[in-house]
């Protein structure tokens, strides 16, 4: 960063997925297999060959060239046909995204906010910023702090993009994009902090629809439960307080299953004894926590057994069987206790069917599995000792004899709803693999450009003798995979000072076309902060 620039960080706003336009829905051409039903008439797909070439295995100067691997890609107005590639749809289904616009400037706006001096220049970069949609924080040596949802969301004349649409008709067609002015925006919010962690960044009020894809709002509750925590104790939030907060490992999403769980009659001692580890449990999901493993074991063997059975596909049909596995274990705790207590003749066996035996099923499975893992002794049922961060060699980890040298596992703690984000992928006599983790981490204290020749700031209050600092942890989605971010800026009594006024822009060099507009202007004094 430039001295004296605002400080940006970014991370995922989950817009919803790109639209899925069903390109040609039984209606192909029967003359013409090259075309697909677009209006009133009939238009054909873009086609095109790409050749992959492939090395011989070694030593290959002893072996036959191998025929390259040529593959077909079709296009239709709307987008790419994805359906060749994934396999998941019996009939051509092409993609639309705002990635894949021609006139995407997506780079220049992310160059321009390195010339970026207030928050209106800040906001001003992103006009031209079209994919993904992310949002951007703002902190700057005056205390200011600010969020901006940026990217070019579509608004649609019916429907959300949830699910493929027809193509041929105008009836979900876009009708343009939300207004670079009713951009998702927040600055300077009276609670001092803004908390960001892939959760829903808009009230009920707003008026146009971005996502029904929102993270639980778990991890950025609890994010706020320890700043609230810290206010009211009369300390500030300092870098080190916001160090520990990355390291937490409380899951606020358990609780209403696992209330739900405690009143469970247990069959046999066993039972008993685990139901046990759980009565008391507050939802830490540390490593030596021996319940965080009961629970999250229980959990997965419950959606197996509430699930997997109706959401079952063909037994010859692979993506699409992928796709349900994905669905059942993606299913939250809320949808869990749902089907359990609002839905039980849907999901345990008919009407007037009680969950009971689900449950029971599903909890000897649990210590079934544990047993294998860990054995007999509940102690030493620890989450940590089966659940690991993984860290793969590239390419030893493929090599049986080579990945236990360089691979390297280290227990962990965490969940995908604890601000310490992990997830866990189960490894059949192993335990659970994390394959994600913090990806990027920060403290940072805003500080003048000169030595403050000021008397000390108030502290009136918790907030008012704290830094402005940003946290990060990521976020599961993608999953994959966005980050959280907290921003905390200091109260005053009076109002930030007003930026000196700018000169008139020049270009960054005499021969740039495309290239950032830059301007200079005067640094304004020492002030009251940091």
């Known amino acids: 960063l430039r001295r004296g620039a605002p400080m940006t960080e970014s991370h995922d706003l989950p817009a919803d997925p790109p639209d899925l336009t069903v390109a040609a829905l039984d209606q192909p051409n029967p003359a013409d297999p090259t075309q697909y039903k677009h209006g009133d008439g009939w238009a054909s797909f873009d086609l095109r060959t790409e050749a992959i070439n492939v090395r011989a295995d070694f030593p290959a100067s002893f072996r036959a060239p191998v025929e390259p691997v040529r593959i077909q890609f079709r296009r ?13 749809f019996d009939q051509p289904v092409a993609l639309k995204w705002t990635a894949l616009d021609l006139d995407d400037t997506s780079y220049e706006s992310l160059l321009r906010v390195n010339y970026a001096h207030d928050w209106a220049t800040f906001k001003d970069s992103f006009q031209t910023y079209v994919a993904p949609a992310l949002n951007m924080l703002y902190a700057d040596k005056w205390n200011n702090i600010g969020s901006l949802g940026v990217g070019r969301i579509p608004v649609r004349s019916k429907g959300e993009g949830r699910l493929p649409v027809p193509a041929w008709t105008n009836e979900y067609r876009w009708t343009g994009y939300i207004p670079f002015k009713d951009w998702p925006q927040r600055f300077n919010p009276e609670e001092g902090y803004i908390v960001s962690a892939n959760n ?31 206010v009211s104790r009369g300390e500030p939030i300092s870098l080190d307080y916001i160090g520990r907060m990355q390291g937490d490992t409380i899951d606020l999403s358990v609780h209403g299953l696992l209330d739900y769980l405690r009143r469970v009659s247990p069959n046999g ?10 009565q008391n449990w507050d939802g830490n999901m540390s490593r030596d926590s021996q319940a965080a493993t009961i629970f999250f074991v229980w959990a997965r063997h419950l959606r197996e057994v509430l699930f997997s059975t109706s959401l079952k596909n063909s037994w010859n049909k692979e993506e699409q069987s992928v796709e349900m596995t994905r669905m059942v274990s993606e299913t939250s705790y809320d949808q869990i ?32 599995e544990l047993k294998k893992v860990r054995g007999s002794n509940m102690d030493s049922w620890r989450w940590g000792d089966i659940h690991h961060t993984f860290y793969a060699h590239m390419p030893f980890s493929s090599v049986r004899w080579l990945a236990s040298v360089f691979e390297r596992k280290l227990p962990n703690g965490g969940s995908p709803d604890t601000i310490n984000v992990a997830n866990a992928i189960y490894k059949r006599a192993e335990g659970y693999d ?13 500080t003048a450009s000169a030595p403050s020749r000021c008397a000390p700031p108030s502290t009136s209050s918790p907030l008012a003798r704290s830094n402005t600092c940003t946290s990060a942890a990521p976020g599961t989605r993608s999953a994959s995979g966005g980050a959280t971010r907290s921003s905390c800026r200091r109260s005053r009594s009076s109002p930030p000072p007003t930026p000196s006024p700018t000169r008139a822009p020049r270009r960054s060099s005499p021969t740039s076309t495309s290239g950032p507009t830059t301007s200079t202007r005067r640094r304004p004094p020492a002030r009251c902060h940091g």
Not at 341 to 368: F, M, N, R, V
């Open 337 to 368: 206790l749902h089907a359990l207590t609002e839905q039980p003749s849907t999901w345990c066996g008919g009407a007037g069917a009680s969950c009971a035996p689900q449950l029971s099923s599903s909890l000897d499975a649990a210590i079934g």
């Open 434 to 446: 994390q394959t994600l983790s913090a990806g990027f981490r920060e403290g940072s204290r805003s």
């Open 76 to 88: 239709t107005l709307d987008g790419p046909v994805v359906s060749d590639i994934i396999g998941a």
């Open 269 to 278: 001692a066993e039972q008993q004894k685990a139901l046990g580890y759980l």
């Open 200 to 230: 829903r960044p808009i009230g009920n009020d707003y008026p146009y629809f971005i996502s029904a894809d929102w993270a639980p709002p778990n991890r950025a509750r609890r994010i706020e439960q320890l700043l609230q925590e810290q």
